[in-house]
């Protein structure tokens, strides 16, 4: 019962994370949002390590924070550069990736 | 070999390293080639010192030969170890026979086939050891004679290289150990002659000579190869089983044929094929037409050519492989044999030819062609000695005849060598030179004591003890027309009026080659070759003008100088005693000591156990040989006293586990009747050839001047001779037409229609297969696939462009919901 409670908040934590990540066009949004996915992953991996009574899923989660950190670390470089660049971190802008 | 089970012989380094003999010329001719233009001397002397190095071994080898064959009988008298084992050698019916005495053999494997072991050394026997000796001592003599003679001359460098080469091929023959060393040697001069007949081969009478020489002897060359492969593999087996050896092994060769396990189905077409060879190297008839012809290459080539090499090979290779033709052609049986019909025919013809000869030179060279006809007659009819010894004193007079003619030329005639027109009367100018001639020429034509007396004497002597009375006759005929041909040339050059060179007139060449077109249209002779004979001696005399013109026109006929002299000299001094090494008509009152050749170079006709012949030592079983029976299946059938004589080594097959290496041929007893005889033809064919010479050439008997132009007879026959019996013609305008021009032909047909054919065809062929595949396979299949996958890989990526679009949240948007979509996947599969 207690452990459905952790996934359900999982589960809308990482609906909220996939939206942000679609919908905004703020590229700072769109760091947060991805943030709030990995912290989604961090719940369900915690919440099934504590459901099964088996320390892997937490020693993971560790990890995930670590390289989520080292991730927004880049990710935020990247935006700065781009924000330089351009005046401007609107994503809709941004088409030089396009094949 | 167990010292105790013979009686040793003795040896020694010379004749141990007879192979250095051969080397040293060969080597000598690299460094010549190499070098030799930069040397001070321009290369000759290192020729010079090579041969002079040969000759000091071939002379150490010489002596240690003679050591050898003393041994032999000294151990055998003093000890009898022989008898102390319990065992006898066969003796040959003779009483107490000489031992036979090994050939020192050293020789290296260079190549094997199996068990089939290919050697080259050197092998040492009587007959080989004196012709090296020969060979390298007149070798010598020529290039010393060649210093001055072929002095300024534009290819001097090359000229000793051929030469020193020339020697070497010919010491490689002779010291050969197998028929394969042998052949190697025979074809290093056979190339040599080419290059020295074409030394002047600007001229294109000279190449042309050359040319012919070359092929010629190449026609007899097929023989060799021929005659040695049917020997081969008649005696391999043979000699393999009970020798140790093989069948190219000449010591073998010589055991297989007197075996008596030979078959004449091998031996008469081996024997056959091999003197094939010999008519073709050694001038016989009817091969006997480019012998003349050489006397286009400069005066010390065909001395050298005519005396010890080259033409002596022949000779030298059916003495050596004697026992082989001695039971093809049943010699010992007094058969009339194919080799002594040749030799007649020989002596005969060549001795006519020699008498319408105007050059020099070429009297000398059909002189030499007779000769070697007198040499062939002994090896067929078993006078196998006096043949040896024909070749031996024959090299010392003939070598000096031609040097002399090249000296008369130097000195006395302008480079001439036409007898007619640019000689005559030098006697006094050129007093050396006339008596080195004079001696050299009784030589010739067997004058007691002089060297060709004890040798051609002794074969017309043994040709008739052997029962070849007819072929005796011949010989004696043969003698009478060389003493005629001989004074014929003998007083066109010396004596007489001077006329043209000689007498200091100085003509052009050309006018003089024209003079002697006219005097044969004059006669009425349709000329057979477009140059006359004259011409072509003339011609290379244009060539070595250049160098030592300057003295000839203006001083006139004067006597050589010291080079061109010295070698004259020592050779008429060994024209006159070289005879002396066999006088076998002395040897009733001095004892059989005095004939040496007899003693150290005929090989004794005395079997020999196996394990004695055997290199690698006595089998282990020693064969206890009882003493001969009292009569052999051969005596008992045959014909009474004749036929006790003849038995032992030749005639009757060895005991078993014994070999002979030569047979046992007879000797004549010289008597003074037969001796008288052949002094007296010889006295009468000079008598008479003197008096018509004088009266003739004199123009002192109106009656014989012009005869040929008047006698239909007597003029047929001048042209028959003048032609050379036609026989070029024969060569090369019937046989060379018939034979080659067909196939020629033939063959450029079957070149066109069929090979040609064929090879349109199949490039028709392949270029239609070629299309097709370009067509359908190339440019359908494989370019297909390779552009339809290009084709794929395109649309495929216009198909996707739009996906990539940049846009960060659209990628995003298409991450999740291919995540989504996985996971209801995922999920409905885990489900159901």
Known sequence: MLAVNFLLLAAALFSIGVYGVIARRNAVMVLMSIELILNAVNLNLVAFAMMTDVVDGQVFALYVIAIAAAEVGVGLAMVLMIYRNRRSIALDELSEMSG | ??????????????????????????????????????????????????????????????????????????????????????????????????????????????????????????????????????????????????????????????????????????????????????????????????????????????????????????????????????????????????????????????????????????????????????????????????????????????????????????????????????????????????????????????????????????????????????????????????????????????????LCAGSVSHSGSHHSFDMKKDMGGLRKKMPITFTAWIVSTLALTGIFPFAGFWSKDEIIDNVGNNGYTVLMWVGLGGAVLTAMYMTRATYLTFFGEPRGAAAGEHHPDEEHAEEHEMEHISVGAPEPEPRSLGAAANAHADDDHGGHDDHHASDGPHESGPLLLIPIVILAFFALFAGLANPTPLASRFGEGIESMKKYVEPRATPVPFEEVIASGPGESIMIIDGRPSASPAAEEGEGEEGAKKSGCGFDAPEPGTACFFPGVSHAEPTFAKILLSLGVVAAGYAVAIAFNVAFYGRRNKHLVGLTERSKVLRGGFLFLKNKYYLDYLYENVIVRAVAHPISKATYWFNQHVIDAAVNDVGIGARKTGTWVYDNIDQKVVDGAVDGSGWIASEAGHGLQPTQSGKVSQYGALLFGAAAVGAIVLVLVNVS
């Not at chain 2, 086939?113 to 007959?127: A, C």
């Not at chain 2, 080989?128 to 010393?144: C, G, N, R």
């Not at chain 2, 080799?339 to 050059?359: E, K, P, S």
């Open chain 2, 1 to 402: 070999m167990l010292a105790a089970d013979v009686a040793e012989l003795s040896s020694g380094w010379f004749l141990e390293n007879a192979w250095l003999i051969a080397l040293i010329p060969m080597i000598a001719f690299a460094v010549i080639i190499a070098v030799g233009k930069h040397l001070p001397m321009k290369g000759s002397e290192v020729g010079l010192a090579s041969m002079a190095a040969s000759l000091v071994l071939s002379t150490g080898a010489m002596i240690q030969w003679v050591q050898r064959t003393n041994s032999a009988s000294e151990g055998e008298e003093a000890a009898g170890l022989l008898q102390a084992f319990g065992r006898t050698l066969p003796r040959a019916t003779e009483g107490e026979a000489e031992p036979f005495i090994e050939p020192v053999v050293h020789t290296w494997v260079w190549w094997s086939s199996g068990s089939l072991e290919f050697g080259i050394g050197s092998l040492g026997n009587g007959l080989t050891i004196l012709l090296l000796w020969l060979v390298a001592f007149i070798s010598l003599l020529v290039q010393i004679f060649s210093l001055d003679y072929v002095r300024g001359d534009r290819r001097y460098t090359h000229f000793f290289a051929a030469i020193t080469l020339f020697s070497g091929g010919m010491l490689v023959m002779l010291m050969a150990p197998n028929m394969i060393q042998l052949i190697l040697g025979w074809e290093i001069m056979g190339l040599c002659s080419f290059l020295l007949i074409g030394h002047w081969w600007e001229e294109e009478a000279n190449s042309r000579a050359a040319l012919k020489a070359f092929f010629t002897v190449r026609v007899g060359d097929v023989g060799l190869l021929v005659g040695t492969s049917i020997i081969f593999f008649g005696a391999n087996a043979w000699a393999v089983d009970n020798l140790d050896s093989n069948g190219f092994d000449i010591a073998a060769i010589q055991a297989w044929a007197l075996s008596g396990e030979a078959g004449s189905s091998f031996l008469v077409p081996g024997a056959i094929a091999l003197f094939i060879a010999c008519i073709g190297k050694s001038g016989q008839f009817p091969l006997h037409t480019w012998l003349p012809d050489a006397m286009a290459g400069p005066t010390p080539v065909s001395s050298l050519l005519h005396s010890s090499t080259m033409v002596v090979a022949g000779v030298f290779l059916v003495a050596q492989l004697y026992p082989v033709f001695w039971q093809a052609f049943d010699i010992g049986q007094g058969s009339l044999t194919f080799i002594a019909i040749i030799g007649a025919i020989t002596i005969v013809i060549a001795a006519l030819l020699a008498f319408v000869q105007d050059d020099i030179k070429k009297v000398l060279a059909y002189s030499t062609v007779s000769q070697l006809g007198y040499m062939m007659l002994g090896l067929g009819t078993g006078a196998w000695l006096p043949a040896v010894v024909h070749i031996f004193t024959h090299a010392f007079f003939k070598c000096c005849l031609f």
